[in-house]
């Protein structure tokens, strides 16, 4: 510990000409602790002036202060010690107690001179005396013997001085605590133990009650134990390494920083990964590896980082204190003071958190502004790093149970999925004094664990929703003990979010269509919307914003596709990015629903089957169609994805052949239609960059999905794309495309042959 002092005291000297007040670290704490101990202590207004030289006579009272005659002293005595220390000198009492006790010596001209200047070998002396040397350890040798012994035993450490220099305070503070945390002469314990302290080295100072709600009421959680804590401790040192001062065994006293450290980052969890932590921190996320012996203080213990990282939560605040290589020293993970969650009721949400609009915003896991933010959305605000987590997942459904109970529900079903409360808003509105009833539309608020936050009231959604009607018909649910039924509809909305709506009729004849939901009353009324006839062009995306034509498109828009519109057979319906429409000519009779919000930009899309994302593709082993007077039937046989399948048809039969690569269209259940596509290219691949394969020298964009396969006689045997590559040179690659890359299409498959 004493050499890492050396060190930083050597650091201290070299900037010193650019700041002279920079104490070094350990400084301040240094003189807490020998003020506590009433060794040396500051001005009238609590300034050690660290800077001023020390006079012999000033050395003398610390010195006499710090050794075991300090409660001898005789502040009333009439004596005069030397000719020029008359009694009536502040500092001739304790003069007097050095000399009686062998501290320290005056001149041979009977003087003592005690406004001279103390010289660094006079200090190192009466320290020295403190410990228990005499003149017999000294030898003759004057003052080399004795600032030999001095430095040995490291009362000179972290002073950068020498014989004949005049000390300052700070070296003469720093000269008191070496020796403190010196041995006395013939002794196996440190010289701090005779005032009932003791200096424990290489210490993390982890918590109080204020960084820790289960720490006790004037306790402090250390890495070598939980002790009682002084006021006059600085707690701005938690979360640091250093020298622990301990009074009588249990109480911390004061801390000694340890050396010149590379500092503390502070960082929120954001999730884990492996031996990783995905934090955030200024609008950016930066992953935290942590090795096996990476220690992590959490809850008041020392926790491996295997154990740790699983406890972890999104909020929770990271202290990573770095060695001076750069290496994660260690880690302390504090609960998250995490406020909401809290509904988003006005534009400044932000207020009923105590901040400003300068508050960083993550919305859905992406870094937004405070207008981004909408009403409904649930927020959470972590002061620590002025950051608010906000939400905006919403379910609608159909209020089915409540667990336990409805007196006391801690958990609900809502269309057969079962979700946690964890908002005060949604216990209320769910339960038996509530506003919603067995059997209610209801409209769930999620939080930043899929909980429930909150339930949107029906003054809340008075505006219409838009989306794509997959179900309607009759749904049984239970209302006072009493079964009923009501009718009821599905509708997916360009969110992706599957919601459910009691309705006031059945409205099976409009399935398959993009309708408008309006709610009264917890029913729901539902029309259907014919696609905008005056939005259509290129898709064009750049990340921060596209366009459609000549209409622009949100940042945020939400878009799905479906694969029919036809009432009788079962849609599917996908999510799809902005990116994976660049290129693509939509006509009108693409999009279903084109929505806007209030600045005009196209928020919401329901587009017609438009990627061929969501179809099967398959090479046919085998195709046979059957027909006769009687029936018509097929029997085939097809790879998808490496996996052989057959299919058998009644009453309908598919115009494919053997060897042909086919797009299959199921509804769900069966399969509706088998159609080949067509074969773009055959030749030589010169290269496969990313997402793009290259025929010859043409460039052709695969799917994410592609099937490259090798075919050997009639076998096929599906490879990777760096198999590919290697056997590129000695095959022939027939590409197949479902259609031009204008029109959204993408390579599907690779035969080599």
């Keep these: 510990m004493k050499r890492i002092f050396a060190i930083t005291i050597a650091l201290m000297t070299i900037f010193s000409a650019v700041s002279v007040s920079a104490a070094p670290v350990y400084t301040d704490n240094v003189a807490g602790l020998l003020a506590e101990l009433k060794i040396m202590q500051g ?13 012999r006579a000033e050395c003398v009272k610390i010195a006499v202060a710090a050794s075991a005659y300090r409660n001898t002293v005789a502040t009333g005595s009439k004596t005069s010690p030397f000719s020029d220390v008359p009694y009536t000198h502040w500092s001739a009492p304790y003069i007097s107690a050095g000399v009686k006790n062998g501290l320290c010596k005056g001149y041979l001209d009977a003087s003592f001179r005690p406004d001279n200047t103390v010289l660094y070998e006079e200090a190192a002396t009466m320290f020295l005396r403190i410990l228990g040397y005499t003149d017999a350890d000294f030898g003759s040798s004057w003052p080399d013997g004795q600032v030999g012994i001095a430095r040995n035993i490291g009362i000179l450490d972290n002073i950068d001085k020498s014989i004949g220099d005049a000390l300052t305070r700070r070296d003469v503070a720093t000269m008191v605590y070496n ?15 005779t005032f009932n302290r003791a200096i424990i080295d290489d210490v993390v100072l982890i918590s109080t009650m204020a960084e820790d709600p289960s720490i006790a009421e004037g306790k ?32 911390v006293v004061a801390f000694i920083p340890q050396g010149m450290s590379t500092g503390t980052d502070v960082r929120m969890v954001y999730s884990t990964l492996g031996n990783g932590i995905i934090t955030y921190k200024n609008g950016s996320f930066e992953q935290v590896n942590v090795s096996t012996d990476t220690v992590i203080y959490k809850d008041s213990s020392v926790m491996p980082s295997a154990s740790a990282l699983s406890t972890l939560e999104m909020g929770d605040i990271l202290r990573i204190n770095y060695k001076s290589n750069g290496e994660i020293d260690y880690i302390m993970c504090i609960s998250g003071s995490t406020m909401g969650p809290k509904t988003v009721k006005s534009s400044d949400w932000y207020a009923s958190f105590g901040t400003d609009s300068t508050v960083t915003v993550m919305r859905d896991g992406v870094k937004s502004s405070v207008s981004d933010v909408k009403t409904n959305d649930i927020a959470y605000y972590i002061k620590e790093l002025n950051i608010a987590l906000v ?55 999620l939080g930043k664990s899929g909980n429930v936050a909150d339930v949107a009231t029906n003054a809340q959604l008075t505006d219409k929703v838009y989306g794509f009607l997959t179900e309607a018909g009759s749904k049984q649910t239970t ?16 969110s992706g979010e599957a919601c459910e709506y009691v309705t006031n009729k059945d409205y099976s004849s409009i399935l398959n269509k993009a309708v408008s939901v309006t709610l009264k009353d917890s029913v729901a009324t539902v029309s259907t919307v014919s696609g905008n006839s005056d939005v259509s062009g290129k898709f064009a995306w750049n990340n921060s914003y596209g366009k459609i034509g000549t209409d622009t498109v949100s940042q945020d828009v939400k878009i799905i596709e479906v694969s029919t519109t036809v009432s009788y057979e079962t849609a599917t319906v996908s999510t799809v990015f902005p990116q994976r429409l660049t290129g693509i ?90 159609s080949a596509i067509t074969k773009a290219t055959t ?36 490879i990777t794309k760096d198999e590919l590559l290697d056997l590129a040179a000695d095959y022939s690659a027939a590409v197949y495309q479902d259609k031009t890359t204008a029109s959204g299409g993408r390579v599907r498959v690779i035969v080599l042959s």
Excluded: C, W
């Excluded at 090798?710 to 076998?715: F, G, R, T």
């Design 43 to 55: 001005d009238p207004d609590g300034n050690m002036r660290y800077d001023d030289l020390v006079t």
């Design 179 to 193: 020796t403190l945390n010196s041995k006395s002469n013939g002794s196996q314990s440190t010289y701090i133990s």
């Design 220 to 251: 402090i959680f250390t890495s070598s134990g939980t002790y009682n804590i002084a006021d006059s401790l600085d707690r701005s040192h938690i979360g640091k390494r250093g020298s622990l001062v301990l009074r009588n065994g249990d109480t």
């Design 391 to 445: 939400y905006s997942k919403k379910v609608t459904g159909i209020y089915e149970s409540a667990t336990p109970n409805k007196d006391t529900p801690a958990s609900v079903t809502v269309s057969g999925v079962t979700y946690t409360l964890e908002g005060v808003d949604a216990f209320a509105k769910l339960s038996s004094n509530g506003t919603f009833n067995y059997g209610d539309t209801v409209t769930l608020l």
């Design 479 to 494: 209302v006072s003990g009493t079964v009923v039924t009501k009718p009821y509809v599905k509708v997916i909305l360009p």
């Design 585 to 674: 000519s939509l006509s009108s009779s693409d999009i279903l629903y084109a929505g806007k919000n209030s600045d005009g930009l196209i928020d919401e899309l329901i587009l017609t089957d438009t990627t061929g994302d969501m179809h099967t593709y398959a090479i046919l082993t085998s195709a046979k169609n059957n027909s006769n007077t009687l029936a018509v039937s097929g029997s085939y046989e097809y790879i998808a994805n490496g996996v052989a399948s057959s299919l058998m048809t009644q009453n309908k039969a598919f115009n494919v052949s053997t060897g042909q690569v086919v797009k299959i269209t199921t509804d769900g259940r069966s399969v509706i239609s088998m």
């Design 683 to 718: 030749g030589k691949v010169t290269g496969i960059t990313g997402s793009e394969i290259t025929i010859g020298s043409k460039t052709y964009t695969m799917s994410d999905k592609v099937q490259i396969y090798v075919k050997k006689s009639y076998e096929y045997t599906m």
